[in-house]
């Protein structure tokens, strides 16, 4: 079984930065491929960004590109979300996933979710 905590979301201005930790109490952390959902006010669960187990290989949605990095600390058994150049669409509950195997963009592949952490951007 694998628990996850995301933490660092919050309130920022349109065009600031945040970053997002997700803490995993996983005792091989580095065989899950991890990512990043978010899901609006009346909108479905969508993919952000995804995170091979060694690092290697990483997806970024479109909404995400060049705004937005996935990385992770195996040996601290985490994963981080930075965020720049932030929207007022991009504000959403944002949720980290692991899943054994390769990294997946639909969220029904994912067996494992956090509670989730509130980012509200300001226009």
């Known amino acids: 079984q694998v628990q996850l905590v995301e933490s660092g979301g919050g309130l920022v201005q349109a065009g600031g930065s945040l970053r997002l930790s997700c803490a995993a109490s996983?005792?091989?952390?580095?065989?899950?491929?991890m990512a990043w959902f978010r899901q609006a006010p009346g909108k479905g669960r969508e993919s952000v960004a995804a995170?091979?187990?060694?690092?290697?290989?990483?997806y970024y949605a479109d909404s995400a590109k060049g705004r937005f990095t996935i990385s992770r600390d195996n040996a601290k058994k985490t994963l981080y979300l930075q965020m720049n150049s932030l929207k007022p669409e991009d504000t959403a509950v944002y949720y980290c996933?692991?899943?054994?195997?390769?990294?997946?963009?639909?969220?029904?592949?994912?067996?494992?979710w956090g509670q989730g952490t509130q980012v509200t951007v300001s226009s």
């Open positions: 996933a692991g899943r054994a195997g390769s990294w997946r963009i639909d969220y029904n592949r994912y067996e494992y």
């Open positions: 996983a005792s091989s952390f580095s065989s899950y491929s």
């Open positions: 995170i091979s187990g060694g690092g290697s290989s990483t």
